[in-house]
Structure formats: C-alpha cells, structure tokens
C-alpha cells in the first residue's frame, strides 16, 4: 500500500475517534445533568426563615434556591407567591413544600418550570381533596395545638403545645420564639381543595416525619403512596425541616440527579 494511502486511512481513522470521543463526552454530560433550581414553599404557623439550614447547605453545593414567603391569607393568594418564585426560574425545578405547603405545590405544581414536587411531612392531595379533608381521616394527637379559629377566620398554635406538638426536637427556646413569629393563617386555605394533582405525571418524593404530632406519619404514609411518590422516613417531628435539614436536603439533592 502507498504511503499517501495509509496516511489517508489513518487520517480517517483519527477523524472518527474523535467524533466517538466528543459523542461520548455529550451523552456523559448529558447523563450527569442536574437540576439546580430550587423552589421552597412553607406551610402554616411558619415562615421560610425555617428553611436556612437547607438553603445553606443546598447553596454551598452550587443550587439557586427561591424560598417563598406564603402571605397564608388563602390557597389562591399561596399559590400565586409560588407561581411567582416559579416564572423567575431560569429552567427546571425542583418544587418543595412543608405541611400545608403540600396543597400549595400541588396547586402550582402544573407550572411549565415544576420538574418534580417533593413533600416534606406535607399534604399530597389529589384533584378535589383538601387539606382538612385527610387531617379528618383519624383522629387527632393530644398534642396538637392548633385552636379553634377567631372571630375572622384566623388559626392561630397553642403557646403551650408549641413545642411538643409541632417540634419537639428543636430547643424550647427556639420553639418559643417560632411561637411568637407564626403566620396568620386562615381557615380558608386548610380547607381549600385543589383543582389539579401534577404529581400524576411529574416525579413525586415524600418524606416521612416520623415523630409528627400534626401531620401522622400514617396519613403522610398512605397520601404518598397513592400519590406514588418515592418515600424517606425520617425520624424527627413535624418541623423535620428545621430539625433535620441534612437529610431533607439529601432527599432534594438525590431528586435533581434521579430527575430528568
């Protein structure tokens, strides 16, 4: 063979190798995409200054996270912060909600932007259900302290159930001053039902708070299995996202990387 032959043949050999090599670099990247837009929703008697510990270990790992500040006046008013939070999204996301926060993300969650919800000892309702309507399902803990609403429709938490009915494994300082700093919450939004379950078909994760003295862990074990949601139990309280902000965060991380 002639030598401009074989270095003809070579040439056309290098030139596929490094076409399989940029192909395989492509798919590579494209295989280790992840989601890095984070959408943090709070629920009742709460606001999302509970959410730092995972905002700060989620934004030491390169994540943009939006926590939202729900104004609790009604599901509507909700929804409409988190959609808000949600068109300032530059791509995918990963929607979080807590607690009540669970109606708010099912509600918002058919946004363009929602990638997957994830629940957080939270409400997964399906199309017509609300909030109270599953609080309704069993019988309630002695330690729950929500009281009868006001005169205006407003619920307000027992001072001295504070602490062992919503976070029994956080300071008593800490819950005392949560306490002092809850939201205005009305009746309206708990009973609001929803009109949409996105969960349907977009991913769901729900997180199990096992030691929930307002949401039982029961009724968070047989939303999410009929919402089909991936499931983590987490041995804390109702405010497991304060208490244990590196295992929500884990179960966050894991998502953006599951999810495509």
Do not use: C
């Not at 068109?87 to 996301?93: A, E, I, Y």
């Not at 159930?161 to 300082?173: S, W």
Request: charge should be positive; glycine fraction near 8%; hydrophobic fraction near 40%.
């Amino acid at each position: 063979m002639k030598k401009s032959s074989v270095l003809k043949s070579l040439g056309s050999i290098l030139s596929i190798l490094f076409i399989l090599a940029i192909t395989v670099s492509n798919v590579s990247a494209q295989s280790q995409k992840v989601i890095k837009n984070v959408v943090l929703v709070h629920g009742a008697f709460v606001d999302g200054s509970g959410y730092r510990g995972i905002y700060d270990i989620l934004n030491k790992k390169g994540y943009n996270v939006t926590v939202v500040q729900n104004p609790l006046s009604s599901l509507a008013d909700d929804v409409d912060a988190t959609k808000a939070a949600l068109d300032r999204q530059d791509g995918p996301t990963l929607l979080v909600g807590h607690s009540y926060g669970g109606s708010v993300i099912t509600e918002a969650g058919d946004h363009r932007n929602v990638a997957a919800l994830i629940y957080v000892a939270a409400f997964q309702l399906d199309k017509g259900e609300s909030a109270l309507d599953w609080a309704k399902t069993e019988p309630g803990s002695p330690k729950n302290g929500i009281l009868p609403a006001d005169e205006k429709g407003i619920l307000y938490y027992d001072k001295d159930k504070f602490h062992d009915g919503f976070a029994a494994d956080l300071p008593k300082e800490q819950t005392d001053f949560m306490y002092a700093s809850q939201g205005r919450f009305a009746t309206a939004a708990l009973d609001a039902k929803v009109t949409k379950a996105p969960w349907k078909t977009k991913p769901s994760y729900g997180i199990v708070a096992t030691q929930d003295e307002a949401i039982l862990p029961s009724i968070q074990r047989k939303m999410y299995k009929k919402g089909n949601a991936k499931i983590t139990e987490i041995k804390g309280s109702h405010a497991v996202f304060i208490s244990h902000p590196q295992e929500v965060a884990d179960v966050i991380i894991k998502a953006s990387k599951d999810v495509k």
